[in-house]
Structure formats: C-alpha cells, structure tokens
C-alpha cells in the first residue's frame, strides 16, 4: 500500500511562486505525478516522472513548472512559478506501479487528498 500526503498549497498573485510537496510512504510504485482539478472540470494531468526521471508536461505549464524527486526521502516536488489565475485549482499527487510517465489519470493507481492551489489577478 503507498500512502501519499501533499502540502505547500497556498494563495499567491499572478506571476507568483509555490514548491508543491507530496510524502510518500509505501513501496513498489514507479511513475509518480501531479494532477489538478479546477471546480466543475475533468482532473488533469500536469506533469509526471517515471522510475528514470524522465519528465513530462502538459503544454500549459511547460517552462514554468518542474517536477522533481528525491528518492532518499521519498518526496516528489512540484515547483511552480510565474503562476496565473487559471493554475488555480485543488492539486493532486498520484503514484504507481508501473514505471513509464503518464498524464493520464486512469494510470495512477494511488492518490493523494489534495491541496489548494489560488492565484489571483
């Protein structure tokens, strides 16, 4: 079982930065990603790294955002900068067994409860 719990979500201006956090505890799992789900929207994928750092993002964030792991304390980081009104949104950290990145949310077998990210003009 892999238990995962974010944290460093926050209200920032537009241009502003967070560094999302997601804990995890457990083993066997591979890929991990960030997700986020805007009210009344379709959860989506904004970046994942598989079991060889690999890294992938969805278009809206590229060049802004990064995605980073340390395997020692088993974190996974979102940097987040130069945000805009329409990142806001609740963000999830996800996790699975499988190794290759994936944005897709039906990959992802465990989920974290979320945390809130405002950004305001």
């Known amino acids: 079982q892999v238990h995962l719990t974010e944290s460093g979500g926050g209200s920032v201006h537009t241009g502003g930065s967070l560094m999302l956090s997601c804990a995890a505890s457990g083993d066997g799992y591979y890929r991990m990603g960030w997700f986020r789900q805007r009210p009344g929207a379709e959860r989506e994928g904004v970046a994942s790294?598989?079991?060889?750092?690999?890294?992938v993002y969805t278009d809206s964030v590229k060049g802004r955002f990064t995605i980073s792991k340390d395997d020692g304390t088993n974190i996974l980081y979102l940097d987040m900068q130069s945000l805009r009104p329409e990142d806001t949104a609740m963000y999830y950290c996800?996790?699975?067994?499988?190794?290759?990145?994936?944005?897709?949310?039906?990959?992802?077998?465990?989920w974290g409860q979320g945390t809130q990210v405002t950004v305001s003009s």
């Open positions: 790294i598989d079991k060889y750092g690999t890294r």
């Open positions: 996800a996790a699975d067994r499988e190794w290759r990145y994936s944005l897709r949310v039906e990959a992802y077998t465990y």
